[in-house]
Structure formats: C-alpha cells, structure tokens
C-alpha cells in the first residue's frame, strides 16, 4: 500500500508502501497548506494510549454490539492479496488461512484507492484492522490511512498499538510528525530525542532528519534547521533510496535560508538522484533559473483551453515578476536549519 508521509516537497508525498510491512508512499497525509516533504514517507478518543479490545473504538470493535455491521467493502477481482511483501505475510500467518487471504486482499485494496479515494481506503483498512486486529502490519496499514488522510490523532494511536505489537521502533518519523501535525512540536521533539530514536536503522532515522528539520522551520527557526540534515550522510548519500530525498531537503532548507546559489546546486543533486520521481527537483531548478510552468491541459476560467492564451506569458520571467503566472514566493516552500541540538526544544 502506498503510505504517505507529509512532505514538504510539492512533488507530492512518498514514503513508506503499505504493501510492505503492510504500511501505506508519500501521499498526502498532514497539512493541506501544499504537499510537503518534510514527512517521512500520512481521532476522536483519548490519543493517549493505543485502544484496548474494549474501548467502544477499538477496530476490534467496529460493529460490534453497535447495531448491523458496516458492509464489507468489494475488493476489485484482480487485487490477490499476494501483492504483499512477505514480511507482512509472515505476520497474517497467525490468521486462519482463509482470514489472512481476507485481510491480504484488504490491505492492498486500501493502498491502491488511497490518492483516489481516501475514504474507500480507510474502510478497507478498518474492515483488515476489524479481522486481525492484533497483527502489527495491520494497525500499522490503518494508521497509515489516517496519516495520509491527516487524522493525526488516530494515527498516533494505530503507530502506538503497532508499536507495542510488533516491538519495533521504525514507526517513530511518522509518530513524531504526527505530534507535529497536532501542533506538539515540544512533544514531537522529545520523541525525537528519545533513546529508541538514536537506535533507528538509517534509513529510518534520515527520514526522522527531516522531520526535525520541518519542525524546525515550523518554529522560525530556519538557521538552526540547515545544520540538522548536515550529517555525513549527506556528504556519502548517492544511490541509497533516502538519497534523493535528503538532498531535496537540504536544498529546501538553503534556499528558506536566503542560501539560493547552494541550494540549486543541491537541487541538482537531488534531480539526478531521483529516479523514481519522489520530489518536484526539476520543476524547482526551473523555478530558481527563471522559468515559469504552464499546464497547456487547464482551462482558463471562462472555459477557453489555457493553450490559447501560452503566448501572452513571458516564460522567462523571474520568480519575483511572476506571482501572476502563479509562481510567488517559493520561500515558504520549506526551511530547514539545526542547531547544536536539533532535537532540543529549547
């Protein structure tokens, strides 16, 4: 499935894929201000604690004693449930076999409606979560739903219950940009600053960088937030799958930095690193040198194709002349800048 984690990119969200440990890619979970990619690669009851099998919201307990039970969303005939990496399959074999064929079906049903159709999404991950609730890949999966849809706090209580299931700490960016999305930046920042966040493997812990650094940028604080992302791995990054992805964000946070001639030369980096299409670095390159975009697919408002009015832009116009060709002030994009601490909320 694919998951999302808010990024501050406007290249759209891409993160983790909810069909591995079935976890949702980088849609768009968090603020609806732009896409972002300062998130790692998206409720209504105490988000304290994960919810018990009794809590009347436990997906345990959707329908349960609660009049007739939700219908069971159709699964499209070609979706097998196979799609699945084999460590979450390794997590549905403690299901009956016809049960985790369900849930399997379920799971990838709900990542390949999740950009279309969020709330389709959410009910086939609530009907997974409501057939094997105690499966971490599962709350995991739902939890990654909610992220996406930018319910935060129900996402912080499916990564706890993952959490606590499965044991693993690899959740963390997400639970940390959760607290951040619920405007607990103090929070957020403890949690980065917790001793199971130094044990995160790297790829993990990248991505926790740069969540750091976006809530930096959420402070005001966009010289201490440059230095959080100045770790060696930016200096040895080439192909990793992080790579692009950091280099984007270390450009973003030169650039909020006033830094623009270093930071198109790490855009640049980041576009030749992205092979798989994770951030907007080329459209960004063509903004710093000048170039205006224009999509020859809308219409104008009085219904006339855009096309036909192409030749009354000046496609060479400057960022700064050019907020009616729909290009402002790009500054806000993102800012990202560490202290000696950045994981300090101070």
Same mark, same amino acid.
Not at 86 to 96: A, E, F, H, I, N
Not at 216 to 222: A, T, V
């Given at each position: 499935?694919?998951?999302?984690?808010?990024?501050?990119?406007?290249?759209?969200?891409?993160?983790?894929?909810?069909?591995?440990?079935?976890?949702?890619?980088?849609?768009?979970?968090?603020?609806?201000?732009?896409?972002?990619?300062?998130?790692?690669?998206? %409720?209504?009851?105490?988000?304290?604690?994960?919810?018990?099998?009794?809590?009347?919201?436990?997906?345990?307990?959707?329908?349960?004693?609660?009049?007739?039970?939700?219908?069971?969303?159709?699964?499209?005939?070609?979706?097998?449930?196979?799609?699945?990496?084999?460590?979450?399959?390794?997590? +549905?074999?403690?299901l009956s076999k016809d049960n985790a064929d369900g849930v399997a079906k379920h799971l990838v049903a709900s990542a390949s409606v999740l950009d279309e159709d969020p709330d389709l999404a959410l009910s086939h991950a609530l009907h997974a979560a409501g057939r094997a609730g105690r499966v971490p890949a599962v709350r995991e999966a739902l939890g990654l739903v909610y992220y996406r849809r930018g319910e935060f706090a129900d996402a912080l209580r499916e990564f706890r219950t993952a959490r606590r299931l499965s044991g693993s700490d690899h959740l963390l960016p997400y639970m940390v940009d959760a607290e951040r999305g619920l405007g607990r930046h103090e929070r957020a920042l403890d949690l980065a600053a917790s001793p199971a966040a130094r044990k995160l493997a790297e790829a993990d812990n990248i991505e926790l960088l740069i969540v750091v650094s976006g809530i930096r940028r959420d402070l005001d604080q966009p010289g201490a937030a440059v230095a959080v992302l100045n770790v060696p791995a930016l200096q040895r990054a080439s192909t990793?799958?992080?790579?692009?992805?950091?280099f984007y964000a270390y450009a973003d946070a030169l @650039?909020?930095?006033?830094?623009?001639?270093?930071?198109?030369?790490?855009?640049?980096?980041?576009?030749?690193?992205?092979?798989?299409?994770?951030?907007?670095?080329?459209?960004?390159?063509?903004? @710093?040198?000048?170039? #205006? @975009? #224009?999509?020859?697919?809308?219409?104008?408002?009085? %219904?006339?194709?855009?096309?036909?009015? #192409?030749?009354? +832009?000046?496609?060479?116009?400057?960022?700064?002349?050019?907020?009616?060709? %729909? #290009?402002?002030?790009?500054?806000?994009?993102?800012?990202?800048?560490? +202290?000696?601490?950045?994981?300090?909320?101070?």
């Amino acid at each position: 499935m694919g998951t999302g984690r808010r990024d501050d990119a406007r290249g759209g969200t891409r993160g983790r894929d909810l069909n591995s440990r079935g976890r949702g890619s980088r849609q768009e979970p968090g603020r609806q201000d732009r896409d972002r990619q300062d998130r790692p690669r998206s %409720g209504p009851t105490n988000p304290q604690r994960a919810p018990r099998s009794w809590d009347r919201t436990s997906p345990r307990n959707e329908g349960r004693d609660r009049g007739p039970r939700a219908i069971e969303p159709e699964v499209p005939e070609d979706i097998t449930g196979h799609e699945l990496d084999r460590d979450v399959w390794t997590q +549905l074999r403690t299901l009956s076999k016809d049960n985790a064929d369900g849930v399997a079906k379920h799971l990838v049903a709900s990542a390949s409606v999740l950009d279309e159709d969020p709330d389709l999404a959410l009910s086939h991950a609530l009907h997974a979560a409501g057939r094997a609730g105690r499966v971490p890949a599962v709350r995991e999966a739902l939890g990654l739903v909610y992220y996406r849809r930018g319910e935060f706090a129900d996402a912080l209580r499916e990564f706890r219950t993952a959490r606590r299931l499965s044991g693993s700490d690899h959740l963390l960016p997400y639970m940390v940009d959760a607290e951040r999305g619920l405007g607990r930046h103090e929070r957020a920042l403890d949690l980065a600053a917790s001793p199971a966040a130094r044990k995160l493997a790297e790829a993990d812990n990248i991505e926790l960088l740069i969540v750091v650094s976006g809530i930096r940028r959420d402070l005001d604080q966009p010289g201490a937030a440059v230095a959080v992302l100045n770790v060696p791995a930016l200096q040895r990054a080439s192909t990793q799958p992080w790579a692009a992805r950091l280099f984007y964000a270390y450009a973003d946070a030169l @650039l909020a930095a006033g830094r623009q001639a270093e930071a198109k030369k790490w855009f640049e980096k980041a576009a030749a690193a992205d092979h798989e299409g994770e951030t907007d670095a080329d459209e960004r390159l063509d903004e @710093l040198e000048g170039f #205006v @975009l #224009v999509d020859l697919e809308a219409e104008s408002e009085d %219904g006339s194709d855009a096309s036909n009015e #192409v030749e009354d +832009l000046d496609v060479t116009a400057s960022p700064e002349d050019s907020d009616e060709a %729909g #290009v402002g002030d790009r500054a806000e994009s993102a800012a990202y800048d560490a +202290l000696t601490n950045p994981f300090s909320n101070d």
